[in-house]
């Protein structure tokens, strides 16, 4: 083991040009794909995560649902915690969203099923008072149960059985 990584060092050091030279290439022929993969799932939209109930745990709105996710289950707490926290606690289930297309349009249907629904997490208060117009245009938003669409989330639900 000590002589592969002597081995690694010193071919780094005799290669450096050579090494710096590939990592600009590689950043320059695939900056194309990497701005796709990061603008995946990039679109405005309102999520809700639901348990296993049927119940909303929480509602929230985004630009990029992805990294949302993302976000919400890796916590840097300790490894695994931020998936051991919302599928073995909080019992999640699935995630739901509406796609709306602009920003404002996206909190203020927030604002509005936060008022509609009491999910545990939400617990801060909605201030609407900046999008009120965007509330008026949203028009009755009680019937919106057959626009919402399911997110894959079934990666972390196999991490979590994983971690079991």
Same mark, same amino acid.
Request: with cysteine; glycine share 4%.
């Given at each position: 083991? #000590? ?18 030279? *590939?990592?600009?290439?590689?950043? =320059?022929?695939? !900056?194309? !794909? ?10 405005? %939209? ?6 296993? +109930?049927?119940? =909303? ?18 916590? !840097?707490?300790? #490894? ?30 927030? %604002?509005?099923?936060? #008022? ?5 997490? /939400? ?6 008072? *900046?999008? +009120? ?7 009755? =938003? ?9 997110? +894959?989330?079934?990666? *972390?639900? /196999? ?6």
């Amino acid at each position: 083991m #000590k002589n592969s990584k002597e081995y690694m060092r010193k071919w780094r050091e005799e290669n450096r040009k050579t090494y710096k030279e *590939y990592q600009r290439n590689y950043y =320059v022929e695939n !900056k194309g !794909k990497w701005k796709e993969y990061n603008s995946k799932d990039s679109f405005n %939209c309102v999520y809700r995560i639901l348990n296993t +109930d049927g119940d =909303v745990i929480r509602i929230g709105s985004t630009s990029n649902l992805r990294k949302r996710i993302s976000n919400y289950m890796s916590e !840097k707490v300790f #490894k695994g915690w931020g998936i051991w926290k919302w599928f073995h606690v909080l019992k999640a289930d699935k995630v739901e969203y509406i796609m709306v297309d602009s920003r404002e349009k996206a909190f203020a249907l927030e %604002c509005v099923l936060l #008022k509609q629904e009491t999910p545990l997490l /939400n617990t801060n208060q909605v201030k609407t008072d *900046y999008f +009120d117009e965007y509330i008026e245009s949203l028009g009755d =938003v009680s019937d919106i149960e057959d626009l919402w669409e399911e997110y +894959d989330i079934s990666r *972390y639900k /196999n991490i979590y059985l994983n971690l079991l």
